[in-house]
């Protein structure tokens, strides 16, 4: 049994996880620590992995058949698991584009697949969101789900 099967996407405590996913993302953007896309996580990954804190990798039922993709993900999933980096599924693109917002006009559309939260070393960030989300990625590794799963909600 999952997580997702014990928690209902539905339920208060994931509408909660989800809600502090949301604001996690949307603060580590203000403060110029979100990474997006696939190859700038993959960088970012191969030069300093210990700033990275948590891995968000996004996708719809539509992107579930690109296997290019698929492999990307499983590769970026192998090395968070090697480097104790928590990992997060996201179901919900529409949703996660509006918590991020639009790029700016006349910029090239986000790859927003895979995003990297980092936290430098130096600094003392916290975020009630990354307690959250860290504590509900411990949960799902406790019951053997490895790569938890969020469903953002539409609103």
Not at 6 to 34: F, H, I, N, T
Not at 127 to 135: D, F, N, R, Y
Request: proline fraction near 5%; glycine fraction near 4%.
């Amino acid at each position: 049994m999952t997580l997702e099967e014990l928690l209902p996407c539905d339920s208060p405590r994931m509408r909660a996880v989800g809600a502090a996913l949301e604001r996690l993302l949307a603060a580590a953007q203000r403060s110029a620590r979100l990474s997006v896309g696939v190859y700038e996580a993959a960088k970012l990954l191969n030069a300093d992995p210990d700033s990275v804190v948590l891995c968000v990798l996004a996708t719809d039922e539509e992107d579930e058949g690109d296997i290019a993709l698929q492999i990307h993900f499983t590769l970026i999933q192998a090395f968070c698991c090697d480097n104790d980096i928590h990992i997060v599924r996201v179901a919900g693109m529409r949703r996660l584009a509006a918590v991020l917002g639009e790029p700016e006009p006349g910029s090239e559309p986000r790859d927003l697949h895979c995003l990297l939260v980092t936290m430098p070393h130096a600094d003392a960030w916290q975020s009630h969101g990354l307690a959250e989300v860290a504590k509900y990625c411990a949960e799902s590794r406790d019951r053997n789900q490895w790569v938890p799963v969020v469903r953002l909600q539409e609103r």
